[in-house]
């Protein structure tokens, strides 16, 4: 739960501004259970700093593995279906499950396409479009399969080197 959260919590945000919000969010809420989020008012949302739909996504996600989403269970899935079965829960959109699976299950054959970071690296790396579009990458990434992740972790060290600055989001 704690690395799913700590993704909700990177969405479109730089990945010093993720760990800043939360490492506060951690301090607030130790141990960060789906029941402490559960349970914690909104002062302490805005005291880690946490938007207002970020406070919602995190609650829904919660709520959801307070009500038996069974993470484990989805780490085995194949990619696909466990994407399918975690994009239901508001909060949840494709990034946000491909980052936990690539992340927090290990899967291999995960490219998060719609990735900012990674765009500009396979932009750079290859000499096409400074920020190639997500169904251009998905193309790209087909010749990598079955494994696209380590395609991921790869573009995002290079991005790291490239720009100076960690974009990998965290896990």
């Known amino acids: 739960f704690r ?10 945000v730089s990945r010093a501004s993720a760990d800043a919000i939360f490492g506060r ?10 029941q402490a989020i559960l349970a914690a008012d909104e002062a302490i949302f805005r005291q880690a700093g946490l938007s207002r739909p970020k ?20 780490c085995q899935l194949d990619a696909s279906e466990a994407i399918a079965a975690m ?8 990034w946000t499950a491909e980052v936990y699976l690539l992340f927090a299950a290990g899967h291999p054959d995960i490219f998060p396409a719609r990735d900012v970071a990674l765009q500009s690296a396979v ?17 790209l990434a087909e010749s990598w399969s079955p494994w696209r992740g380590v395609a991921s972790r790869l573009f995002w060290a290079y991005y790291r080197e490239l720009k100076g600055r960690d974009a990998a989001p965290p896990a």
């Open 3 to 12: 690395s799913l959260a700590s993704i909700v919590v990177s969405q479109q």
């Open 25 to 34: 969010l951690t301090k607030l809420l130790d141990p960060l259970t789906p």
């Open 55 to 74: 406070q919602r996504g995190l609650i829904a996600v919660a709520q959801a593995v307070a009500d038996g989403l069974d993470l484990d269970h989805l």
């Open 87 to 94: 994009t239901k829960v508001p909060g949840i959109g494709p």
């Open 123 to 139: 932009g750079h790396a290859l000499g096409i479009d400074p920020r190639p579009p997500e169904k251009m990458l998905i193309r």
